[in-house]
Nanobody
Framework: QVHLVESGGGLVQAGDSLRLSCVASFRTFGVDAMAWFRQGPGEDRVFVASIDWNGGGTDYADSVNDRFEISRDYANNTVYLQMNSLKPEDTAVYYC????????????????????WGQGTRVTVSS
C-alpha cells in the first residue's frame, strides 16, 4: 500500500513561486515513477511533470517547462514541485501520483498509468 500526502498549496499572485511537497510512504522497491498532475475547474486531470524514482530523470509538460522543476529526496521519500513565475492559468488542484513497476515510460503522461494518488493541494494564482 502507498500513501501520498501533498502540501504547499496556497493563494499567490502572478509571478510568485510555490513549492509543493509529496511525502510518500511505500516500500521503495515497488515504485518506478512519481509525478505531478493538476486539475483546473471543469477540466480533466493533466500531466505536469514526472521523475524516475530510482534514476532521477525528469520530464515536463510543455506548459510548465522552464518554470517548474520536479525533484526528489530519495532518503525521505519526498517529491517536490518547485513552481516559479506562476500564471493564473496554473490555478488548479495539484495531485501527486506513484507508478509501480514494471513501468512504461511511454505512458507517463496518462493519469490512468498511475496506481496511487494523493488527496491534492490547491494552488490559486491571482492576476
Amino acid at each position: 500500500q502507498v500513501h501520498l500526502v501533498e502540501s504547499g498549496g496556497g493563494l499567490v499572485q502572478a509571478g510568485d513561486s510555490l513549492r509543493l511537497s509529496c511525502v510518500a510512504s511505500f516500500r521503495t522497491f515497488g515504485v518506478d515513477a512519481m509525478a505531478w498532475f493538476r486539475q483546473g475547474p471543469g477540466e480533466d486531470r493533466v500531466f505536469v511533470a514526472s521523475i524516475d524514482w530510482n534514476g532521477g530523470g525528469t520530464d515536463y509538460a510543455d506548459s510548465v517547462n522552464d518554470r517548474f522543476e520536479i525533484s526528489r529526496d530519495y532518503a525521505n521519500n519526498t517529491v517536490y514541485l518547485q513552481m516559479n513565475s506562476l500564471k493564473p492559468e496554473d490555478t488548479a488542484v495539484y495531485y501527486c501520483a506513484a507508478g509501480l513497476r514494471p513501468w512504461n515510460w511511454s505512458s507517463e503522461e496518462s493519469a490512468s498509468s498511475y496506481t496511487y494518488w494523493g488527496q491534492g493541494t490547491r494552488v490559486t494564482v491571482s492576476s
